[in-house]
């Protein structure tokens, strides 16, 4: 059992390595013109093609409770999620954003505890949470000489981080009950329909699109391969397999990819002090995951 349990922590970090190089493949498809509904419109339609292909079977949920559960795990993991974290992006500091987001560990926690009564959470999660979130204020913050405020896209990052804390609640919700292969393929589903009604005020381009080179292909792809498909059914087995606390703590990894990615792909400067905060986020999630 142990070994079992060590498996779906080793998936957990392999998920987040992949999500947090995703910033730099989403900052390269915006640099290319495209708007952040397009990207997740085209990753998320990509992913939803593949999982049919090898799941297609049961289209509906046993009732419409279920159903409802998963369009609110499609609206709240995918949509909503993607939509207000790279809108944000636009209008505030991208260090604002990695912070903030970094919240989400926390919010899910506090969201599990409401809705899990049986869900332990031990004085070490809460230790290992304020290691790991000191440690990402030293990599977010290295460097920057002041901090802007700007509230919309601050209450926009607080929205998205909140919206994956609900989503990682529906998702245990349905785990016992249905297989992660039609779980997923319903988040893609759902994304796709509530993202549409920003096509209203934001429509597509997909000429836009199809006269990209092959730089902006690769990363799209990317996004839609591993980010999307293999990243949302490994992410949910964790989920299923190790609880939603202790997997939602390794989303501290994020910034130290995101820092890793940006040195190697956009020439970015790692400082003593980011490889600090980086070793303090590692210590605090060992601390949060450990029995």
């Known amino acids: 059992m142990g070994q079992n349990k060590g498996f779906y922590h080793f998936l957990a970090i392999m998920t987040v ?34 999982i049919w292909i090898v799941s297609h079977k049961k289209l509906f949920a046993d009732n419409w409770k279920d159903e409802l559960m998963l369009a609110g795990a499609g609206l709240f993991g995918g949509s909503l999620y993607f939509l207000t974290e790279n809108t944000a992006l636009g209008i505030t500091q991208a260090s604002n954003v990695s912070f903030l987001l970094c919240g989400t560990p926390i919010l899910t926690t506090l969201l599990s505890r409401l809705f899990f009564k049986n869900e332990k959470i031990s004085r070490m999660v ?14 977010v913050f290295d460097g920057a000489t002041s901090l802007r405020i ?21 998702i245990r919700k349905l785990e016992n009950r249905y297989d992660n292969m039609l779980i997923t393929r319903k988040v893609f589903f ?36 591993m980010a999307s498909l293999v990243c949302f059914l490994t ?3 964790v989920l299923r397999h190790i609880g939603v606390v202790k997997s939602s703590n390794y989303l501290y990894l994020n910034p130290v990819i995101t820092c ?14 980011a490889v600090t905060g980086a070793l303090c ?5 060992w601390l949060a995951s450990r029995k």
């Open 17 to 50: 390595v992949i999500w947090g190089a995703t910033f730099v493949s989403t900052k390269i498809l915006i640099n290319n013109g495209l708007s952040p509904n397009e990207i997740f419109f085209y990753r998320f339609l990509i992913a939803y093609a593949g």
């Open 126 to 139: 809460y230790i290992g949470s304020a290691v790991a979130l000191a440690g990402v204020a030293l990599v």
């Open 150 to 170: 700007s509230p919309a896209g601050d209450l926009l990052t607080l929205a998205a981080a909140l919206s994956w804390g609900f989503y990682s609640i529906f």
């Open 190 to 225: 759902y994304g796709l329909i509530t993202i549409l009604p920003t096509f209203i005020v934001n429509p597509p381009e997909p000429g836009l699109l199809f006269n990209s080179g092959a730089r902006v292909w690769m990363n799209l792809l990317f996004l839609a391969v």
């Open 235 to 237: 992410w949910n087995l």
């Open 260 to 273: 890793v990615t940006s040195a190697i792909v956009l020439g970015e400067k790692i400082t003593p002090v």
């Open 281 to 285: 986020i590692m210590a605090g999630v």
